[in-house]
């Protein structure tokens, strides 16, 4: 839990000093309307600010990453502390402490507080929070909306957050329900401008120097992403359903709409869930053939797309009543064929590769089978239908791992 007596400490000295601040993949549209991000509307016309510069200390971590980085949300029932004894990239929760290699992200509940949780009692937030349920209760107890439209909260959630990171030497914050829809009786519109409101302030206190990652499931919002730094996309299905070739080439246009976007360092943590069998725990089936395939595709994906990107391939959140996020770090995460030599190559629509120090990473989201020939090589590679290349450069041979 957070240690509010370093937080009200670290609350009272800030100051304000106004800086605001605001890799160029191509996205291909060129497949059937159907695959196009229906949430694509943007109202606002925003100017790319480009002049954000990161931290030495996010630099110093950044060059640590692996071949295959992954993310770790939350904490599970019994898990807490697995964050050391694995190698995650990306790791938050209310207050995150990880090794020296891993981005740490201090969970922030700017929108609804938990009055039965202590790391929710932020000092002064009762004058806040309403008596207005927001809709949670029913899986974490009580749950009150936050006063968003007054004119003094954005200031003091900023500190708040702020205060927080300071205090907990974390390289950013994460803002859960960071969209425009909530289950509360405010407008899209005014919830809206509390976020720009509340990311403005807190700009001014961090001059972009740490990471803002919000939660937007899969929410693309460009006046956002050229504010933010980061984004967790939640893919949400049933259980026992697999995701449709719609689903997957609306999750390659977001990896590439986000990493087109966002500020530096560009953190895309993408979660994708398995599918569950109707006769088997949830927790015995993250390793069948179908889900260890599929964790391979979205792997793939997250490795060759986007820049900085992250995977979390684990239960869907109805699967158990303590299942949200839970998975299985699989072996095929300690693949190594060092860092990338060159960009992303996109041989066709939904089919790329990466090439890297010791070979390549490639993923196919089609329903067929594709051969390309890799760049620099007289070299013939084919790629199943739906599925991750992981190959390692042997001499005059290829080794790849299995699909599945």
Known sequence: MPDFSRLSQALAPITFALTLAGCNTTTDTSYEPETQLSDRKVVETVPKDTSNKISPRLEAKLAQRK?????KAWDSPGTFGDVYEKHYGLYWTVEAKAPSHTLTLNQINWAFNYPRFSYDDYPGVQK?????PWGHDAE????????????????????????SITANKADGVMLDWWHDEHPTALSKNQIRKARERLLREYRKLDNNKTIVLGNVNDRTDLKFARL?????????K???DKYSKNQLFKMENRLE???KNLLEPKIIAFNAWKKSERDMLSRLNRQSENNRRYAKLFTAMTVVVPKNGY?????NNQDEPDSDHNHDYYDFYSFDIGRPTGPRVKVANGVSYKQHQEGFIAYNITSRAKSFKLSGSNRTVSIEPKSGLFCKERDDALDCLAID
Do not use: C, Q
């Open 128 to 132: 806040f929070t309403l008596n207005t």
């Open 238 to 240: 049933k259980p026992f």
């Open 257 to 259: 709409f986000f990493d």
């Open 311 to 315: 995977i979390l391939f684990g239960d």
């Open 67 to 71: 071949t295959i980085n992954v993310f």
């Open 228 to 236: 933010t730094n980061g984004v967790f996309l939640e893919h949400w």
């Open 140 to 163: 974490y107890g009580e749950t009150y909306a936050i006063d968003l439209n007054r004119s003094d909260y954005a200031e003091y959630m900023a500190r708040v957050a702020y205060a």
